[in-house]
């Protein structure tokens, strides 16, 4: 939860895979909230995906934040 606050303090651009096996999948639903009211990037991987999926929508992600000037880093 603290790591979230400070995102939200930063207002950079972020991932989110949401564990799976969370209790009532809370961490997946977290995490479309905390899209839909920040006001910068905010990216889900599917959960479900193989990790190579995961990787290879990371990397897509990153391409598209360069080409927008978007900083993943401080």
Known sequence: ???????????????FIPY????DNHQYYNAIYFKEEA??????????ASASENAKKLREI???CR???????N
Not at 20 to 23: E, F, I, S
Not at 43 to 48: C, V
């Open 67 to 73: 080409h927008h000037g978007i900083k993943f880093d």
């Open 39 to 48: 006001s910068f990037p905010v990216y889900i991987l599917d959960q479900k």
């Open 20 to 23: 799976p096996q969370a209790t």
């Open 1 to 15: 939860a603290s790591t979230v606050s400070e995102l939200r303090v930063l207002e950079r651009a972020c991932v």
């Open 62 to 64: 990153i391409t598209e």
